[in-house]
């Protein structure tokens, strides 16, 4: 694992724009060589994830990426992009990446005032937006008082609005959707929970990140992927499409390694399913990394027309279960772009960390990337 993460952020270093203070929002490989695009409007998310991850990696490696070299990064992202950044949730984890580093502190009295000032203002706010409120504010909480009033007044929120009975938690508040929720938003919201319950000695809100850490490891499929979309209210798959690299390798990772510290039951086989996905034991038995240049693939998805409308319609009918015992390999497709985000979530789940990847089963593609 160490050998792939050092190829992240090689390649992370060469997407890095210093003119725009940005990291791109998809990278693509065209005739050898990478075409970038930042003109989206989830490049400064990106870029905040990116920068998060980086700052993982230089404290696990500084001989190779130093703290300085991340927080001139920070500096030049925040001066060039700060009024583009419309989301609290943004600065919520903007907070998560300069609460760890060696940041200026007057950026974070900067950061921490506006989230403060606009989370009290967050209407139908979404549970990611919230859940990485709660992240940032939890681990600032006790330096902070701003910090811990707004975590509380944000775990009261979601206790209030958006937590189910089931587990897992809705992606908002809005009829058209309140009984489903992804994926990436219950990874958010789980690693919020977890970080708040530490931070505040709070056994309600760990015991929910327990209790929601078991369903989703309940509904992993049985070649390791995580499904899509989820009915809060069962908390059972409504779309397992598309399964996405950065939940193997990268998201899953935000609460398993937490759930593993605290001696959850079935985690360990749950992270080796989870990243030998992603070395090549999936659906379509090919890896999601590419060399020369260094990519990691966005998403096995289905081979679909209008797959965006097609996956909430399914979701919203409580569709069965799509597994690949149900959409077999001839009716799904590689998504060969790369998000930037993808490699910065990579190195922040793994750097410094001791789990043992694949539980010490490494598949061919994995020698093959180089993998220790």
């Known amino acids: ?9 090689r390649t992370l270093r060469e997407m890095w724009n210093p003119d725009l203070g940005l990291f791109p929002f998809t990278s693509s490989v065209v005739e050898g060589a990478y075409v970038h695009q930042f003109d989206h409007p989830l490049a400064p998310r990106y870029t905040i994830n990116t920068l998060l991850g980086l700052g993982a990696f230089s404290r696990a490696n500084p001989d190779v990426l130093t703290a300085a070299d991340v927080d001139e990064m920070t500096l030049a992202f925040w001066r060039k992009n700060q009024r583009s950044i419309r989301s609290t949730g943004d600065l919520g984890l903007f907070l998560v990446h ?4 060696e940041a200026d502190l007057a950026l974070i009295d900067e950061v921490l005032r506006r989230v403060s000032t606009e989370a009290a203002q967050m209407k139908r706010a979404n549970l990611q937006e919230l859940s990485w409120v709660l992240w940032g504010t939890s681990l600032l909480a006790q330096r902070y008082e701003g910090a811990e009033r707004t975590a509380r007044a944000t775990i009261a929120s979601i206790s209030r609005d958006y937590a189910a009975e089931a587990g897992l938690a809705r992606h908002t508040t809005r009829r058209y959707r309140r009984n489903l929720v992804s994926f990436g938003s219950s990874v958010y919201y789980l690693r919020g929970l977890y970080e708040y319950g530490t931070a505040f000695g709070d056994d309600v809100a760990l015991n929910r990140f327990a209790l929601g850490v078991r369903k989703l490891i309940a ?16 908390a059972q798959p409504t779309d397992f499409y598309p399964v996405f ?16 510290e605290i001696g959850i039951d079935g985690i360990q086989p749950a992270i080796d399913r989870s990243l030998s996905w992603a070395f090549g034991a999936n659906e379509l038995g090919i890896p999601m990394y590419q060399n020369d240049p260094f990519v990691a693939h966005r998403s096995i998805e289905r081979d679909e027309r209008y797959s965006r409308l097609r996956r909430y319609v399914r979701s919203v009918a409580r569709s ?11 009716r799904l497709r590689l998504n060969p772009e790369c998000r930037s985000y993808h490699l910065g979530w990579m190195l922040f789940a793994w750097s410094g960390s001791q789990q043992r990847p694949l539980d010490g089963k490494r598949p061919d593609a994995m020698q093959q990337m180089g993998a220790r």
């Open 1 to 9: 694992m160490d050998a792939l993460l050092h190829k992240a952020y």
């Open 98 to 101: 300069l609460s760890r580093g």
């Open 219 to 234: 509904a992993q499929g049985p070649l390791g992927e995580w499904p899509w979309m989820f009915d809060v209210r069962t």
């Open 245 to 260: 690299a950065v939940h193997q390798d990268g998201m899953a990772m935000l609460f398993l390694f937490p759930a593993l």
């Open 320 to 330: 069965p279960k799509m597994t690949p015992a149900t959409t077999g390999a001839s």
